[in-house]
């Protein structure tokens, strides 16, 4: 079946600068590919999502591009601020499966 | 628009009891309905998913069992609760299996 792997575990930056957390995914049948934030103690929420026939994805600071080639997606969020503070969870949605595979999770914290 | 509701919130129970964790959802009309666990600090584990009424979906063997009486609702269950059930249970609805949108969540601590 699908997996899914994230990396990293954790990343910290300042505030202001750019953060990358990037996914790898090993069915080439997979088509959609979501990115959900959680907040300590909190939902898991959609903050943005890509389907296969797009290459990169753009909304507000936050970004996602997908190769599909190399079978990863990667989040990008430009000018970071304190409240980027969370977990970040990419998925993958295997055509027909209904439902996702999550990675592992990367915990973000944004340095003041 | 369409919301997803949990109960209870939180819920402190001891070892052996039994478990009844609701979940509905409104505003959409045969929804593909999921139920996951979150250990403290790690990721979403799926445990179960429902395509349909009384159709259930089994990721990992467990202590636990879901069931779907009616269309929007989804019940997670257990007859004797483990120490390793305690987690953060959080219900998720999609049409298609395509975007998932979480509930609130139930936070669970086993005695």
């Known amino acids: 079946g699908e997996n899914v792997e994230q990396h990293p575990s954790t990343l910290s930056v300042q505030e202001g600068d750019s953060a990358v957390i990037k996914c790898t995914y090993s069915?080439?049948?997979?088509?959609?590919f979501p990115w959900y934030k959680q907040e300590l103690g909190k939902r898991p929420q959609l903050i943005i999502d890509?389907?296969?026939?797009?290459g990169e994805k753009k909304d507000q600071r936050i970004a996602v591009t997908l190769n599909k080639t190399a079978k990863h997606f990667s989040l990008h969020i430009t000018e970071t601020q304190p409240e980027d503070s969370a977990v970040y969870f990419c998925?993958?949605?295997?055509?027909?499966?209904?439902?996702?595979?999550f990675g592992q999770g990367t915990r973000l914290t944004i340095n003041p | 628009s369409q919301t997803i509701h949990q109960w209870p919130a939180t819920l402190v129970q001891p070892v052996g009891s039994p478990l009844s964790l609701e979940c509905t959802v409104e505003?959409?009309?045969?929804?593909?309905l999921y139920w996951y666990r979150q250990a403290a600090g790690r990721g979403l584990q799926l445990l179960f998913y429902?395509?349909?009424?009384?159709?259930i979906s089994s990721e990992v063997p467990q202590n636990l069992s879901a069931s779907r009486p009616q269309d929007r609702q989804f019940i997670l269950s257990s007859k004797k609760l483990l120490l390793s059930d305690s987690g953060f249970y959080l219900c998720?609805?999609?049409?298609?299996?395509?975007?998932?949108?979480f509930g609130p969540g139930t936070r669970l601590t086993v005695l």
């Open positions: 998720a609805w999609s049409v298609l299996g395509d975007t998932q949108y």
């Open positions: 069915d080439s049948a997979s088509n959609y």
């Open positions: 890509i389907r296969s026939n797009v």
């Open positions: 998925a993958a949605s295997l055509q027909g499966a209904q439902k996702l595979v």
């Open positions: 505003g959409t009309s045969n929804p593909n």
């Open positions: 429902s395509v349909g009424i009384g159709q």
